[in-house]
């Protein structure tokens, strides 16, 4: 591969990698590569007689065809077939994960086949980056005859030889013939130097193995760019068309999502594609499950094995998806042609499966639509056991944003039972402290939106938080709970209130912070962020056409309908079960006697009519998070961070009706325009409206007895 050339005087040796003072290449650039294989995203699975005729056929060995392609799928199938057959026959160790289905595998093969083209293009940015020119001593390819080594750039005369890794890894069967090369310089006056130059900083495994072999690393911070070159591959097919709906395609497409969560609906609506980004692939790659995970980790490594490039094995591990929430979302001025979005899920260890990828995003995404479709007024739950008739809107409840609503309220009422347990040292302390012969309790809690922060940045949106609050106060149900009661009619009105002070200062703390942070409440807060980002286009639309203007309003959720099984009255039911039956029924035996607590408490509503925003400034966002506009827009490439601590992942999309180059190219400024947002302290108007809400407080009721 020849390198180019440079006008002026040539990088000294002491400012290049290796050097005594070497300079930095500077922030972070993007460059771009093609991969071959690209056209054959959504194939569908082949045919056995395809599969036959291609082992025969001699493009089984040209890479980007498809005969290569079915292939390795019939060596993948035939290699996983024996191990488990091995398995089953003497099962001894840990069983083999299951195989992959097409659509899974595939999904790591394409990838895998642009390698070298990767490897290649990255080299050419480094030498481009460093000024590297074949007119100051610089080649590609040069061979140290004593190790039986290439080296991708060096340069003879200064003695600087350079291995250019475009991902995070290394080749572990290369670095032995490098130490090699390191140990048959010592000694010499001018002993030649060997550096490995990455995009990013490289992992862990990778810093030890060279920090033990002695050989430094230099980073040239880039990142690589998937771009579709069109014209005809080497199997005849063109790789410019590529199927709508595929990343790098073009066109659109229509009627229903496809079955289960396929990654490249996010955020789509009917007449747009998924252009090319990094949040498809990595969700389509986390597994559904943490055996699923292991086997798309094997069958990646593997595959970048064969191809040439071990170092490239992309590791999926490294996120908690089920803490992904959408965060980021931006708007074209291309008559609302495109639509840019990001999100964000902590960080975990590199070596911990990271799965549910699929589902989390495509929850955050249909639940999204689902805020635009229906209006205000179909957004209300109720699981009040007074009120049967009345659970949930007919719409609303063929969607999976209705279950988590009526899901979270379910499991409210069994977080609080959990906290006011009496064998627990908070529930102890919390009966202790109740007054009244019964230690009655009666009243509503709900769940609404405590004030977001956001950074409306005219045609970006920024979701900085989105905390939620739960609130209660007094209220009687009628219908008789367990013990037989309803409510707390026969107690004191002064013990009463004692009672509610008591748990509004104990419990619900504990409740608030289950609803921000438990696990089980993952869901509500995925589809409030949504509900955020769609709030934004809902107003965003009232002046202006954006992707989503046709949608708003319309009332069709036919493309969003829930992904799971589930009826609003299997729901209720189990509530009211709940509420009639008891979370507890605990027997303490003590020297007095036998004394049976039963307890049931009623709790109740998701409320997100209101939403409070608290809209951040230009300057205090620049302060408070000075990298989070570069994170949101190198996401749509990679995986990327906010801030140094790598504490979050970012991962980006984009979804257009039009060609990307159209659909996103940087408008020119606009005159500056109303805020979007009201002061923070102001209710969103538009969202109240007579005789709907988001979801309505309903009655609920605690009652407590307490008997000898």
Not at 332 to 354: I, L, M, R
Request: aromatic share 10%.
């Amino acid at each position: 591969m020849p390198l180019p050339k440079f006008d002026g005087p040539p990088p000294t040796t002491h400012t290049l990698p290796g050097g005594s003072r070497p300079a930095s290449a500077g922030p972070r650039q993007t460059y771009d590569y093609e991969n071959p294989a690209e056209w054959l995203r959504n194939r569908p699975q082949p045919q056995s007689y395809e599969v036959a005729a291609a082992l025969l056929s001699p493009k089984a060995e040209i890479p980007g065809t498809w005969e290569r392609c079915l292939k390795r799928w019939q060596d993948y199938q035939g290699e996983k077939a024996t191990k488990l057959a091995n398995y089953n026959s003497n099962p001894v160790g840990k069983r083999p994960s299951p195989m992959l289905s097409w659509d899974k595998w595939i999904r790591q093969y394409i990838p895998n086949q642009g390698n070298d083209n990767q490897g290649s293009a990255f080299r050419m940015h480094v030498a481009q980056r460093l000024r590297l020119g074949s007119n100051f001593g610089w080649q590609t390819e040069s061979y140290v005859a004593g190790v039986n080594r290439y080296y991708d750039l060096a340069n003879k005369e200064l003695g600087l030889f350079y291995e250019v890794k475009s991902g995070r890894g290394i080749d572990k069967n290369e670095l032995a013939r490098d130490q090699a090369f390191i140990a048959s310089e010592r000694g010499h006056a001018n002993p030649r130097k060997l550096v490995y130059i990455f995009p990013e900083e490289p992992t862990e495994a990778a810093r030890t193995a060279l920090r033990l072999a002695g050989i430094p690393y230099f980073v040239v911070s880039a990142q690589k760019r998937l771009v579709a070159p069109g014209g005809t591959d080497s199997g005849g097919a063109k790789t410019g068309d590529l199927k709508a709906g595929s990343q790098g395609g073009s066109g659109s497409q229509s009627g229903p999502p496809r079955s289960a969560a396929s990654p490249d609906d996010i955020l789509r609506a009917p007449d747009q594609y998924q252009a090319p980004a990094a949040a498809p692939a990595y969700i389509a790659e986390s597994g559904d499950t943490s055996e699923e995970a292991a086997e798309l980790r094997e069958v990646n490594r593997q595959l970048a094995t064969d191809s040439g490039h071990p170092e490239l094995a992309e590791e999926p591990g490294g996120v908690d998806f089920s803490t992904l929430e959408l965060r980021y979302v931006s708007d074209t001025y291309h008559k609302g042609s495109g639509v840019q979005y990001a999100f964000k899920a902590d960080a975990s260890p590199p070596d911990q499966e990271s799965f549910g990828g699929r589902r989390a995003a495509q929850l955050a995404s249909d639940s999204f639509f689902v805020w635009l479709e229906l209006p205000p007024s179909a957004f209300t739950v109720n699981l009040n056991p007074d009120e049967p008739e009345r659970i949930i809107d007919e719409e609303f409840g063929r969607t999976d944003a209705g279950r988590v609503l009526l899901e979270a309220d379910l499991a409210m009422k069994k977080s609080v039972a959990q906290f006011i347990h009496p064998d627990t040292p908070s529930g102890k302390d919390y009966w202790a402290a109740l007054q009244g012969d019964t230690k009655c309790l009666s009243m509503r809690q709900w769940i609404v939106p405590d004030t977001a922060t956001v950074r409306d940045d005219d045609n970006e949106l920024y979701i900085l938080d989105a905390p939620l609050l739960v609130k209660m106060e007094s209220d009687i149900v009628k219908a008789q709970g367990v013990g037989g009661v309803a409510g707390c009619g026969q107690q004191d009105e002064a013990d009463t209130r004692h009672n509610e002070d008591v748990y509004r200062t104990t419990i619900l703390p504990q409740v608030q912070e289950a609803v921000n942070h438990a696990p089980e409440y993952a869901d509500l807060r995925r589809v409030y962020a949504s509900r955020v980002a769609a709030e934004w286009f809902r107003r965003r639309s009232s002046t202006k056409t954006t992707a989503y203007s046709h949608l708003i309003g319309k009332g069709d959720i036919s493309h969003w309908a829930s992904r799971e099984e589930w009826t609003p009255r299997a729901v209720f039911d189990r509530y009211v079960q709940s509420y009639t039956n008891g979370e507890f029924n605990v027997t303490h035996t003590t020297t007095e006697g036998t004394i049976v607590y039963t307890r049931t408490y009623v709790y109740g509503g998701v409320d997100f009519s209101r939403i409070d925003q608290n809209e951040v400034g230009a300057a205090a966002f620049a302060k408070d998070h000075p990298s989070l506009a570069a994170s949101a827009r190198e996401s749509l490439n990679g995986p990327s961070s906010e801030g140094n601590e790598g504490n979050d992942i970012w991962l980006g999309g984009q979804t257009t009706a039009v060609p990307t180059a159209e659909a996103f190219a940087v408008p020119v400024p606009a005159p500056s325009k109303p805020l979007f947002y009201a002061l923070a302290a102001l209710p969103l108007t538009a969202w109240i409206v007579t005789g709907g809400v988001l979801v309505r407080r309903r009655r609920a009721n605690s009652s407590a007895g307490a008997r000898p």
